[in-house]
């Protein structure tokens, strides 16, 4: 079985092992909806390569005291990210007033309460994947902290700033540009990052070419 495919399974079957609120597990029952599965296929997944902290159908309050699912969110340590699939079809068209209103004022009012939200559009996942992988990487790096292990040398530390803040796999040559240093140093510290689980080899099996951070 591919390794998204096995990846996914156990996911979802986790968050139903896992759940209590009957709302939410039917819900899980039912499956996701086909834009979620696309963007979790083609967009999360090749980005990130796992599915910790996300969670699917995730229920909300309202300030009416309602109930809202969310299609996904991403929450490391209590944070509070909001991933939304955006249709394109009758039903995205065709949206009435008051349904548009209502969009809007749930935007609002989860905003309000603290929530980053990351709408995709649905025909982004087809057309551009590669770019809405670059806007899951952003968004994500919302939720890191700005800081980095104090047992990082500065060299190290450096390392994983710039990573952070390009948000795509760097190579040694342009790693050892930043930091002034030749590319062979620039190599071992991207080895010594990978040996911490802090980096992880991008491109490159009997060598590798580039780098990118472990979220």
Wanted: include cysteine.
């Amino acid at each position: 079985m591919p390794r998204f495919e096995q990846q996914y399974l156990d996911w979802m079957q986790d968050n139903l092992e896992n759940e209590t609120n009957p709302r939410r597990l039917e819900l899980l029952h039912k499956g996701l909806g086909h834009g979620t599965q696309e963007f979790l296929r083609h967009v999360w997944f090749p980005a990130v390569g796992h599915f910790n902290h996300l969670h699917p159908e995730w229920e909300v309050r309202d300030f009416s005291n309602g109930y809202r699912y969310l299609d996904l969110a991403y929450m490391p340590g209590g944070a509070k990210g909001g991933i939304e699939i955006q249709g394109y079809g009758p039903h995205a068209r065709d949206l009435d007033v008051r349904r548009f209103k209502d969009l809007c004022r749930r935007h609002c009012l989860l905003s309000l309460d603290g929530w980053t939200f990351l709408p995709i559009a649905y025909p982004s996942i087809v057309d551009e994947p590669k770019q809405c992988q670059q806007l899951v990487l952003a968004f994500i790096g919302k939720f890191i902290a700005s800081d980095v292990p104090s047992t990082l040398s500065w060299l190290e530390a450096e390392t994983v700033r710039f990573a952070r803040r390009l948000l795509r796999p760097i190579s040694p040559l342009e790693l050892a540009s930043h930091l002034r240093v030749s590319d062979r140093q620039a190599r071992r510290i991207l080895h010594e990052l990978v040996k911490l689980q802090i980096m992880d080899i991008a491109s490159g099996q009997l060598r590798a070419r580039t780098y990118k951070l472990r979220f």
